[in-house]
């Protein structure tokens, strides 16, 4: 069944440094998305990303963050200077053209600042 | 933010059992509402969606009911089985803003023997 990996499954950085997170999303979806989990609190959205531009953001999604589509199946979330509060796993998720919703969503990659 | 709440924490059930998670949800915009379950170190799982032109929906062992007046909803899994032990979460959307998803909390689920 195909799947959406993530790279790294955890990265240890030091606050200020920059981050980026790799994602490769299912082959023939088009709509792409990061959600990030703080331990104990919700799953929250941070942006959405659709030909080759972002459809929608939240508040949290500032201009440290940045996202990019490379090439034809590389999907990245970058994180220019991080801080302590970046701490969290970072959820890539994407779907198809269908009108459902239904999000794949990767494994996660946690990130830890120190 | 409170938009979709599930104000269980945790739920144990026994095998065979059936299974009830809740959620209610304060946004009347709100109208597409999706079920997910989620295994420690790994990312959440689509279960169960439902629109809000329907009140029910069933899939094998899993039912979601959709109360919109009363801006409700409720995960059915019956025969509980022990690999349905996960953490359940509720989301919900809007279809003019597919796939930006507002989470529950989220309940574990334990399914004893």
């Known amino acids: 069944e195909p799947e959406v990996t993530q790279t790294p499954s955890h990265q240890v950085t030091q606050m200020g440094q920059e981050v980026i997170l790799r994602c490769v999303p299912i082959s023939n979806h088009l709509y792409f998305y990061w959600y990030r989990q703080i331990l104990g609190q919700k799953v929250e959205f941070l942006v959405s990303f659709y030909n080759n531009e972002i459809s929608e953001k939240s508040e949290i999604f500032d201009d440290q963050f940045s996202v990019e589509r490379p090439d034809g199946s590389n999907f990245t979330l970058k994180i220019r200077s991080t801080k302590l509060e970046d701490s969290a796993m970072y959820f890539c998720?994407?779907?198809?053209?269908?009108?459902?919703?239904?999000?794949?969503f990767g494994e996660g990659s946690r990130l830890t600042v120190l | 933010d409170q938009q979709v709440k599930q104000n269980s924490p945790s739920l144990s059930v026994q095998e065979g059992r059936i299974s009830i998670l809740n959620c209610d949800y304060t946004n009347s915009m709100f109208d597409y509402f999706l079920w997910y379950k989620k295994y420690p170190a790994e990312g959440p799982t689509f279960l169960i969606s439902?629109?809000?032109?329907?009140d029910k929906n069933e899939d094998g062992r899993f039912t979601v009911f959709l109360n919109k007046s009363a801006k409700h909803l409720s995960l059915h899994i019956v025969p509980s089985q022990p690999g349905d032990s996960a953490v359940y979460f509720c989301?919900?959307?809007?279809?003019?803003?597919?796939?930006?998803?507002?989470f529950g909390a989220g309940t574990q689920v334990v399914v004893t023997p």
């Open positions: 989301a919900a959307s809007r279809t003019d803003s597919w796939g930006k998803l507002q």
């Open positions: 439902i629109s809000s032109i329907k």
């Open positions: 998720a994407s779907r198809d053209s269908t009108n459902t919703g239904e999000l794949f």
